[in-house]
């Protein structure tokens, strides 16, 4: 027989001088350990892992369904001075569950960030979804759960809320004011995906809050 050389080593412990190695065994009971201990430890780390890497993956491949446009009045209804009160059904078939209420007014000064012809505030409050109010002597939102505060624009002015109030997109179709789909807004009041109540979409912690698909 062929001497072994070093690209041929033993399968034996004896062989290769292990310490604890006994004729006839090919693994001790230190590498046994060891093997289960980094199995263990590649099994939890993929428990961690694989969930978090599919909440940040999904909304590229989930498929959004747009919901249609629904009609909040007439252009008459609204002024550019106040937001007035308006009930939408979000979620379709679950009866009062799925209406909420949004504040709409004219938009008198449209710009980049702002071009809806009416501006739609949802009363969603971005701290843990608690429903806001419009006080009109303020002309502010207030939220009652936690005592956040927004002003005329909804960005935020006190109280624990991460980030303005959302929107909806508003069109104008034959003197009719209609309201599309939710957005969020940073603190720039620039529109970026929808995020769910207390997820930041400012700076490095949007990267730690990604978007759904379901919000």
Same mark, same amino acid.
């Given at each position: 027989?062929?001497?072994?050389?070093?690209?041929?080593?033993?399968?034996?412990?004896?062989?290769?001088?292990?310490?604890?190695?006994?004729?006839?065994?090919?693994?001790?009971?230190?590498?046994?350990?060891?093997?289960?201990?980094?199995?263990?430890?590649?099994?939890?780390?993929?428990?961690?892992?694989?969930?978090?890497?599919?909440?940040?993956?999904?909304?590229?491949?989930?498929?959004?369904?747009?919901?249609?446009?629904?009609?909040?009045?007439?252009?008459?209804?609204?002024?550019?001075?106040?937001? =007035?009160?308006?009930?939408?059904?979000?979620?379709?078939?679950?009866?009062?569950?799925?209406?909420?209420?949004?504040?709409?007014?004219?938009?008198?000064?449209?710009?980049?960030?702002?071009?809806?012809?009416?501006?739609?505030?949802?009363?969603?409050?971005?701290?843990?979804?608690?429903?806001?109010?419009?006080?009109?002597?303020?002309?502010?939102?207030?939220?009652?759960?936690?005592?956040?505060?927004?002003?005329?624009?909804?960005?935020?002015?006190?109280?624990?809320?991460?980030?303005? =109030?959302?929107?909806?997109?508003?069109?104008?179709?034959?003197?009719?004011?209609?309201?599309?789909?939710?957005?969020?807004?940073?603190?720039?009041?620039?529109?970026?995906?929808?995020?769910?109540?207390?997820?930041?979409?400012?700076?490095?912690?949007?990267? =730690?809050?990604?978007?759904?698909?379901?919000?």
């Amino acid at each position: 027989m062929a001497p072994k050389t070093d690209k041929q080593k033993s399968k034996y412990t004896v062989d290769r001088g292990w310490p604890g190695g006994f004729e006839g065994e090919t693994l001790t009971r230190r590498g046994f350990m060891t093997g289960v201990a980094l199995g263990a430890g590649g099994v939890a780390s993929a428990m961690f892992g694989l969930p978090a890497l599919g909440f940040a993956l999904g909304p590229i491949f989930e498929k959004t369904e747009h919901r249609a446009l629904l009609d909040v009045g007439s252009t008459k209804d609204f002024n550019g001075d106040t937001y =007035l009160p308006a009930v939408i059904t979000t979620t379709a078939g679950i009866g009062q569950a799925g209406k909420t209420l949004i504040y709409v007014r004219k938009n008198t000064n449209p710009t980049d960030k702002q071009p809806w012809p009416y501006i739609a505030i949802s009363t969603r409050c971005a701290h843990l979804g608690c429903p806001v109010r419009f006080i009109e002597a303020a002309r502010s939102f207030v939220c009652p759960c936690h005592g956040g505060t927004y002003n005329y624009e909804g960005e935020v002015t006190g109280g624990p809320p991460v980030r303005p =109030l959302d929107r909806f997109e508003t069109f104008v179709k034959s003197d009719r004011v209609l309201v599309g789909e939710r957005f969020s807004v940073n603190s720039q009041l620039e529109r970026v995906p929808t995020r769910d109540p207390g997820a930041h979409v400012d700076g490095f912690w949007q990267v =730690l809050y990604p978007p759904r698909p379901t919000v």
